[in-house]
């Protein structure tokens, strides 16, 4: 989450006792620096172990400061990473 240029969608809460954060980022990456970027949606939990059950292969998870992320890149002209029923479906088997 290095490269984040911009950020909207921002929300926070807690689920199972363990904060939340959902974005919608643009990623500066290589070329794509100079304006545009990469979209991306994170949700992000405040745990060091995976709390996110079965994924695609498409998501990724990464982990870094006390947090653990799962992500995608955007396909092509698709204007966001995660559906809302993907998210909801995350949160819905977020493990504690």
């Given amino acids: ?10 929300i926070e809460g807690e689920k199972n006792g363990i904060k ?6 643009t990623l500066g990456v290589g070329r794509e620096q100079k304006g545009k970027g990469v979209y991306s949606t994170f949700i992000a939990a ?3 172990e ?11 998870i990464a982990h870094s400061n006390g947090w653990t992320a799962l992500y995608r890149i955007r396909f092509l002209r698709v204007p966001w990473t995660l559906s809302i029923q993907r998210i909801e479906a995350h949160l ?5």
């Fill in 50 to 60: 995976n709390p996110f059950g079965d994924k695609s292969p498409e998501e990724k």
């Fill in 20 to 25: 939340i954060l959902i974005v919608d980022t």
């Fill in 46 to 48: 405040r745990t060091d």
């Fill in 1 to 10: 989450m290095n490269t984040i240029s911009r950020m909207w969608n921002v």
């Fill in 92 to 96: 819905d088997n977020l493990r504690t």
